[in-house]
């Protein structure tokens, strides 16, 4: 590592910031570009599993909270998009990536949404989950993502509001209602727990190393476990592992290993629901291809 | 053309630096920006920049040492002692009884 490189970490490991115009090491532009435009596809993919219940939505104040919500996410990746091309990608070509099957997008979006308890069970936790890595990217070294995400934070916390109701309203409903997100929880708690990723040291993670993220996967996950667990059991819901215990004396969650080689495989393109998103992503994109076009031509 | 995009939170308040968004032309840059910055209620006022117009200046050399125009330029405690000692006021001075 050169000197100036040398001098850079130590800026950004004691708490400095980088604006687009700084001099910066090509790893660090390289891995920010990586990271920060997996969570703008993110964002973009996130929206396809909400989407199929727009029309399905129980109500018409669920259907407008639901469209309202995907407006949000969308806006998300038009933000964090912005960020990437300043660091030197195109958008286009963070697209093309993505409809390659190129670029990652997040995990829990490589699964199909059954029922409308699923529904709730991403508003709520999914974002739960979401907004521990977010807040922790307040501190990014990297200044224009970091400002962005107060932003996305702030509406984040809308999400989690409205999650929680279409959970509340539910087990507060029939038998039939409560055992709907019962079974969405089941399925939804092994995606969650692959959320914040393997449980890499933190000095052993290039992301934390350059402080582009500001804490461990493992801090993370155990942030999660801690806020919401208690939220989970108290309404009278089963957390699908019997291993799944807080330790008094240190405060840590213990709870069975997930499987990390299979997270692997799902965001690399071979979860339950990655081919369809992905299928449906590229048809969108041509569809709309001529919107651009014409757009484009007449501002000209 | 990128468009760099200020809020005002409320009446009074400065513009604060929000974000950018990327439009062909100013009629396209309002709508983003409307729908970005403003479509909760957050801003009472946005300011539009096109990010050519902007003219950045981010060195400020000191060529001539100009301290005395900086907090830093003046070291009143070394003076201050001594002139106490001068006076012999130092036991009295406020704090003295910590030393």
Known sequence: ?300 | MIFEVFRQERKGQPFQHAGSVTAPNEEFAEIYAREQYGRRQESVALWLVPRDALHEIDEFPDEFGMKYRRVDGYSIKARLREAREKAGTLELAPGASDE
């Open chain 1, 1 to 300: 590592m050169d000197e100036r490189t040398t001098e850079f970490l130590d800026y950004v490991q004691s708490g400095g910031q980088v604006e687009t115009g700084d001099w910066m090491p090509d790893e660090y532009r390289d891995r920010l570009i990586k990271f920060i435009e997996m969570h703008g596809n993110s964002e973009l993919m996130g929206v396809l599993p909400e989407r199929d219940w727009i029309l399905r939505a129980p109500t018409l104040q669920r259907k407008l909270a639901l469209t309202a919500k995907i407006q949000d996410e969308v806006g998300h990746a038009q933000l964090i998009y912005r960020v990437v091309e300043d660091l030197g990608k195109p958008r286009s070509a963070c697209l093309d990536d993505l409809v390659s099957g190129k670029a990652k997008f997040h995990n829990v979006f490589h699964y199909p949404t059954r029922t409308w308890g699923d529904v709730g069970v991403i508003a709520w936790l999914v974002d739960a989950a979401a907004i521990v890595s977010q807040k922790a990217l307040l501190k990014c070294s990297y200044a224009p993502y970091a400002r962005i995400m107060k932003k996305i934070c702030w509406e984040e916390s809308f999400h989690i509001l409205h999650g929680r109701d279409v959970i509340l309203a539910l087990v507060t409903g029939t038998d039939e209602q409560f055992a709907l997100v019962q079974e969405a929880l089941d399925r939804w708690w092994e995606p969650l727990m692959h959320f914040h990723g393997n449980p890499i040291p933190p000095d052993e993670d290039p992301m934390y190393v350059w402080r582009i993220k500001s804490q461990g996967n493992e801090e993370a996950r155990q942030q999660f476990l801690e806020g919401y667990v208690p939220q989970i059991r108290e309404l009278g819901l089963t957390i699908p592992d019997p291993a799944l215990r807080r330790e008094d004396e240190t405060g840590t969650w213990l709870y069975t290993e997930p499987d990390w080689e299979k997270l692997r495989a799902v965001v690399t393109g071979h979860g339950p629901a990655s081919e369809e998103r992905l299928a449906f992503r590229r048809l969108s994109r041509e569809d709309v291809a001529w919107v651009e076009r014409v757009v484009l031509a007449e501002a000209a």
